[in-house]
């Protein structure tokens, strides 16, 4: 699954943003408490060296006054201090938690008493409260006692365990302000890329001449814009060469064609001919109609490229129209018994009478080519709110669904038999088209396959019917 970028990027800046989160979390816990320790510890010192030095100065049997006087001193919250014999029993016990049973074990204990301090943390009492415990030696020749002081780590633990509860609730908060502001950020930056992708997709081969819009100052975003409108005029200049090569070879085959067309009609009034070479002549004449169809075809689609189609435009009377447009495709529906039916009620539009002749002519010669022997062909003019609209329709197969909007792209042909049989060049359709485009209307092709199709032409009316 491949998701948009602007979440990807919101998605790694959450993503990286929570991981900074919990390892600072992390550090920052374990360094509070590393602190707060190392100065329970630093006051623990001095008490331990506080109550020594009392009880070395006063005696015996002071234990518990030096003691207390001296714990008062730690604010850490609960604390005691307990004198072991080298035994490791308790002599003397100040403060609450220190019952008679020692605080630190006898490893411990020994170990204090050889010289080093004796550093733990405990669990005291039936709740296992959590203390810091030191224990010093005391040299009271000519035996050496144990100090022990301990303070309760409570306090620290609910300074970590404050913090702890602010980095889990402030954490998840500072995370999705992140990811809206990322959000944002990204819907920000890529903002030109959108706009960018949405202009090159109107850019159809039609309009190779825009231009995609670059963003002010010279990053990424300008360059890419720079790149596609230079991939724009480089496809710009492409399509003109094309389109002139199309004019120049179109426009270089038209004589020759015609002069081969006529010779064969002058070849073909001999009477010295025989059946065969009438049959090939005929033939041949044929094919070169056909190849100067498709030459015009292709002329008229190169001129309407130039510079689009300039249009005479004159009153209409479409009865007329139809019957001269009728009228000359007779000999094909013919050939085929199509019966041609024409329903028109003398509608008059303003349009050039040529160019629209044209256009219906090729949706009537589809209709013939295609409705197949005995089939018929039907053309309706009809009156709608601020349009005139003529249908042909036929009896033909019709059009898969799939293929029905392209039939109206250039030198698209159906890849099937039979229209390779009738031999288009899938030219008829695009110049209709482009005929009533220019006069602002509209042509559309609707078909029900294996029932027939019917292509409509629907004209702005621009002056009074009649
Ligand atoms: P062609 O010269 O090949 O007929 P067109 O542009 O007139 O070119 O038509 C394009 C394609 O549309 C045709 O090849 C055919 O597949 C399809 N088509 C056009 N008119 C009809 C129709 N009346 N019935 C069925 N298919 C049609």
């Known amino acids: 699954m491949s998701l948009p970028v602007r979440v990807r990027l919101t998605a790694w800046y959450v993503l990286l943003l929570g991981a900074i989160l919990i390892f600072l979390g992390a550090f920052l816990t374990v360094r509070l408490r590393a602190d707060l320790v190392q100065g329970v510890d630093q006051s623990l010192d001095s008490r331990a060296a506080q109550i020594s030095l009392g009880f070395q100065g006063k005696g015996e049997g002071e234990f518990q006054d030096v003691s207390d006087a001296s714990l008062a001193g730690l604010s850490q919250g609960e604390s005691a201090a307990q004198l072991l014999s080298p035994g490791g029993a ?27 301090s004796v550093r733990q943390t405990i669990a005291i009492g039936p709740d296992g409260e959590p203390f810091r415990v030191l224990a010093v030696p005391m040299r009271l020749p000519p035996r050496t006692d144990v100090v022990v002081v301990a303070t309760s780590l409570e306090n620290i633990n609910g300074s970590v365990h404050r913090l702890l509860v602010l980095l889990l609730v402030g954490g998840p908060m500072a995370l999705a302000l992140a990811g809206i502001g990322g959000w944002a950020l990204a819907r920000k930056a890529l903002r030109p890329v959108s706009l960018m992708t949405r202009k090159a997709a109107e850019i159809g081969s039609d309009r ?16 890419l814009a720079e790149t596609l409108n230079d991939m724009l005029a480089r496809l710009e200049r492409g399509a003109e060469e094309h389109r002139r090569f199309i004019a120049d070879a179109s426009h270089e085959l ?41 030459v015009e075809d292709l002329l008229t689609l190169a001129r309407i490229d130039e510079g689009g189609l300039v249009l005479v435009r004159t009153p209409v009377e479409l009865r007329a129209l139809i019957g001269r447009v009728v009228d000359d495709l007779r000999p094909l529906a013919a050939a085929e018994a199509i019966r041609i039916h024409v329903h028109c009620d003398g509608e008059v539009v303003d349009a050039d009478e040529a160019k629209l002749g044209q256009a219906l002519a090729n949706l009537i ?56 049989d009738r031999g288009g060049s899938g030219l008829g359709l695009a110049i209709a088209q482009a005929i009533v485009h220019a006069h602002g209307g509209r042509i559309a092709a609707e078909s029900a396959p294996g029932r027939g199709s019917s292509f409509s032409i629907a004209l702005p009316i621009t002056r009074a019917a009649g």
């Open 90 to 116: 308790v002599l003397e016990t100040s403060g609450d938690p220190a019952a008679r049973l020692a605080m630190v074990d006898a490893v411990a204990a020994a170990r204090a008493r050889n010289g080093s």
């Open 208 to 223: 190779l001449q825009e231009r995609i819009h670059v963003p002010r100052g010279s990053d990424e975003l300008t360059r």
């Open 254 to 294: 038209r004589t020759p064609l015609a002069i081969m067309a006529s010779e064969l009609d002058v070849d073909l009034r001999s009477p010295e001919l025989s059946p065969e070479s009438r049959d090939t002549l005929e033939s041949a004449r044929e094919e070169v109609h056909r190849m100067a169809r498709i």
């Open 365 to 420: 010669e589809n209709g013939l080519k295609y409705a197949g022997s005995g089939g018929e062909v039907a053309i309706d003019v009809s009156e709608a709110a601020r349009e005139v609209v003529l249908r042909v329709t036929d009896t033909g197969p019709g059009i898969p669904r799939a293929i029905l909007p392209h039939v109206f792209d250039r030198f698209f042909r159906a890849d099937t038999s039979r229209s390779r």
